[in-house]
């Protein structure tokens, strides 16, 4: 059985993240405002917050609370670093680089596709069905994760491991790329501006018959209170939604193509609903392209001798 009381890579990579962060904040204290020594201390509390989760659940085998909450407690982080990031993001530019994607966006297609698109097919059944599988990408999370926590806790741990991983280092690129995406075409947006040449003549408007769907209002209720600017470059839904559908093929074949069709789905409406440049949507799959395999690669290395992630990879293949 498992040894419940030891560190496992998601733990290390979960503080490592912290303290990387910590570090980025400390060199950068001078743009990170005068609340830096508040991140800073947050950072150090949490590395020793799950330090303590550790020891007190390998204590308390028996509480299945706590035992969830050790096993889930980087699900519980993702929103608040993901949050974090837009305080941190002016560490190294002052500001945001939607100019130069703008430009290079409206040179490769003529137009700007995150917001054309949705003015040519303003169509509710079809505004529709891309919004809900924009928030299709927090079941996917929770879904996976869950099916697995239930049917086999290796493959779980496997994968809350390379998902928590992805999600940190598409963090640490959000805190050196500030990019805020479409919604920076939109007056209403806070308090920055467009240069003159790129903002547009008329003021673009979401159509009436999308407003008038219901996960178009869950999906504005959601960014109106946990959204933050900068977080745009790679596209982390992106890149997620195709982490979360490796592991479908992997361990949850029943559903593999209808969540690779959902997928396919979501990395559309990322453009339509105007949430991410087409940029922001072939960095998510460079990104998941590349993290995908360096963080499987690094569990099996830290959780399994030398050569059994490989056979316990075939063996999941195969079934």
């Known amino acids: ?118 003015d040519r097919l303003p169509y509710p059944a079809l505004s529709e069905v891309f919004y809900a599988a924009y928030f299709s990408y927090y079941v996917m999370i929770g879904g996976v994760g869950l099916a697995l926590f239930i049917r086999n806790r290796d493959q779980f741990y496997h994968y809350i491991s390379v998902i928590s991983f992805v999600f940190y280092v598409c963090y640490l690129i959000f805190i050196f790329t500030p990019v805020i995406g479409p919604r920076i075409f939109f007056p209403q947006f806070g308090d920055y501006s467009l240069p003159a040449d790129l903002a547009p003549a008329i003021p673009p408007v979401f159509p009436a018959a999308v407003q008038a769907g219901p996960f178009f209002h869950i999906m504005a209720w959601i960014y109106q209170r946990f959204e933050t600017p900068g977080a745009s470059l790679p596209s982390s839904h992106v890149t997620i939604a195709i982490a979360t559908v490796f592991f479908s093929f992997l361990y949850l074949r029943r559903i593999r193509w209808i969540h690779f069709a959902v997928m396919i789905l979501l990395c559309a409406a990322t453009v339509y609903c105007r949430y991410h440049y087409v940029v922001d949507v072939a960095a ?12 499987n690669r690094l569990y099996f290395r830290f959780e399994k001798p030398a050569g059994a992630g490989k056979a316990q990879t075939s063996r999941s293949y195969s079934r």
């Open 1 to 118: 059985m498992r040894d419940r009381g030891r560190y496992r890579f998601v733990d290390f990579a979960t503080q490592g993240y912290l303290a990387l962060v910590g570090l980025i904040i400390l060199c950068g204290h001078s743009r990170a405002g005068k609340y830096w020594p508040l991140f800073l201390a947050a950072h150090a509390a949490g590395i020793g917050l799950i330090h303590g989760l550790i020891r007190i659940q390998a204590a308390r085998p028996g509480f299945r609370a706590l035992e969830f909450i050790r096993n889930f407690y980087p699900v519980l982080l993702y929103g608040a670093f993901y949050c974090e990031t837009g305080e941190l993001n002016h560490l190294v530019f002052p500001g945001f680089l939607d100019p130069g994607l703008i430009r290079l966006e409206g040179r490769i297609f003529g137009v700007q596709p995150s917001l054309a698109f949705m």
């Open 284 to 295: 998510g799959a460079l990104a998941a392209a590349v993290l995908i395999p360096l963080g």
